[in-house]
């Protein structure tokens, strides 16, 4: 076995020796930066980042930002290439959100995001600055519905669910469902769920107007909402996959399948579930080889990467080498 592929086999029994004491994933709804579990697990060696044997510090390490959905996977890089437990590192590791991610991105405030696509108007304003960026696809996520475990619904039709956000649908009796007044629930404008719900499911048909109090800021918000509204199962509302099963969010909700298929890691994998929408690495265009955000853009794109985006429960694309945008 030669040099460089020891020094990967020592990689990955590092990652797989930290992530594996790293304790579970829990994550209040109260909060997108929430603190990860407590463990014992001892501090190990910094994980060595390609042939030239560069290690990430703290005092080196790139300035992490992303999407509330992909924070466990922040923390879980953090914890891998610094060497230290996962509990350690919450300090370390924050994220604002989608939109503002890549604000702070452009602004000079991070260097590496894994986020979802950005809104339009984000978009925009990357264009009016004349800002480049690399871009990269790592995993593929899927939107999900959500509505109160008790709502007899099981499944519904991709028309169907225009139909409810377009207001056309408007009782629960016209899709199966008991005779009560549909609450739809949404996002924010500048949300990654928001933008995903536009482009996969209301493909360029406009969404109703809704009232303040039924358009939330954040996810956490949202699935609260809709598994609490008026103590009934009147309200339906939208998030990312990881983000209600893997973070642990779906309690006291349902997550309906779509023309039949169920979301899960498999219907994800295999493309037969309908809204599937990626998450991106993502830093300034025009790094050099040996920035350490250019490393560790290269490093979440590699096949050690993408061993530790699977053990932390994501879907990894199938082609982790993607391109920029």
């Given at each position: 076995?030669?040099r460089s592929?020891?020094?990967?086999v020592l990689?990955?029994?590092?990652?797989?020796?930290?992530?594996?004491?790293?304790g579970?994933?829990?994550?209040?709804?109260?909060?997108?930066?929430?603190?990860p579990?407590?463990t014992?697990?001892?501090?190990?060696?910094?994980?060595?980042?390609?042939?030239?044997?560069?290690?990430?510090?703290?005092?080196?390490?790139?300035?992490?930002?992303g999407?509330?959905s992909?924070l466990?996977?922040?923390?879980?890089v953090a914890?891998v290439?610094?060497?230290?437990?996962?509990?350690?590192?919450?300090?370390f590791?924050r994220?604002s959100k989608?939109?503002?991610?890549?604000r702070?991105?452009?602004?000079?405030?991070?260097?590496?995001?894994l986020a979802?696509?950005?809104?339009?108007?984000?978009?925009?304003?990357?264009?009016?600055?004349?800002?480049?960026?690399?871009?990269?696809?790592?995993?593929v996520?899927?939107?999900?519905?959500?509505?109160?475990?008790?709502?007899?619904?099981?499944?519904?039709?991709?028309d169907?669910?225009?139909?409810?956000?377009s207001?056309?649908?408007?009782?629960?009796?016209?899709?199966?469902?008991?005779?009560?007044?549909?609450v739809?629930?949404?996002?924010?404008?500048?949300?990654g769920?928001?933008?995903?719900?536009?482009?996969?499911?209301m493909?360029?048909?406009?969404?109703?107007?809704?009232p303040?109090?039924?358009?939330?800021?954040e996810?956490?918000?949202?699935?609260?909402?809709?598994?609490?509204?008026?103590?009934?199962?009147?309200?339906?509302?939208y998030?990312?996959?990881?983000?209600?099963?893997?973070?642990?969010?779906?309690?006291?909700?349902?997550?309906?399948?779509?023309?039949?298929?169920?979301?899960?890691?498999?219907?994800?994998?295999?493309?037969?579930y309908p809204?599937?929408?990626?998450?991106?690495?993502v830093?300034?265009?025009?790094?050099?080889?040996?920035d350490?955000?250019k490393?560790?853009?290269?490093?979440?794109l590699?096949?050690?990467?993408?061993?530790?985006?699977?053990?932390?429960?994501?879907?990894?694309?199938?082609?982790?080498?993607?391109?920029?945008?």
């Open positions: 076995m030669n592929a020891i020094l990967s990689a990955i029994l590092a990652v797989l020796c930290l992530l594996t004491g790293c579970e994933k829990d994550v209040h709804p109260d909060s997108d930066n929430p603190p579990a407590e014992e697990t001892a501090e190990a060696p910094a994980a060595p980042v390609g042939e030239n044997q560069f290690v990430f510090t703290r005092d080196n390490f790139p300035r992490l930002d999407s509330t992909t466990p996977l922040g923390q879980a914890s290439l610094l060497g230290e437990p996962r509990a350690k590192v919450s300090d590791i994220f989608t939109a503002r991610s890549y702070a991105l452009m602004n000079g405030e991070a260097d590496v995001l979802a696509e950005p809104a339009p108007v984000v978009w925009a304003e990357k264009d009016d600055g004349g800002y480049d960026w690399d871009m990269a696809p790592f995993a996520d899927a939107l999900v519905f959500v509505v109160n475990a008790a709502n007899p619904v099981e499944s519904l039709t991709r169907q669910l225009r139909g409810i956000y207001g056309t649908i408007t009782n629960w009796a016209e899709v199966g469902g008991e005779d009560l007044d549909i739809p629930f949404q996002r924010d404008e500048e949300a769920s928001q933008t995903a719900m536009m482009n996969l499911v493909m360029g048909e406009p969404m109703t107007d809704a303040t109090e039924l358009v939330t800021g996810m956490g918000d949202l699935v609260t909402a809709v598994a609490a509204f008026d103590d009934t199962p009147a309200a339906i509302g998030t990312m996959y990881y983000y209600a099963h893997n973070m642990n969010m779906a309690d006291g909700l349902k997550i309906l399948s779509v023309d039949g298929v169920a979301p899960d890691a498999e219907t994800i994998r295999n493309g037969s809204f599937l929408n990626s998450y991106y690495v830093t300034d265009a025009g790094r050099s080889a040996d350490p955000a490393l560790l853009y290269d490093w979440i590699s096949e050690d990467g993408r061993r530790l985006i699977e053990h932390e429960g994501y879907v990894p694309v199938p082609d982790t080498g993607g391109g920029t945008a």
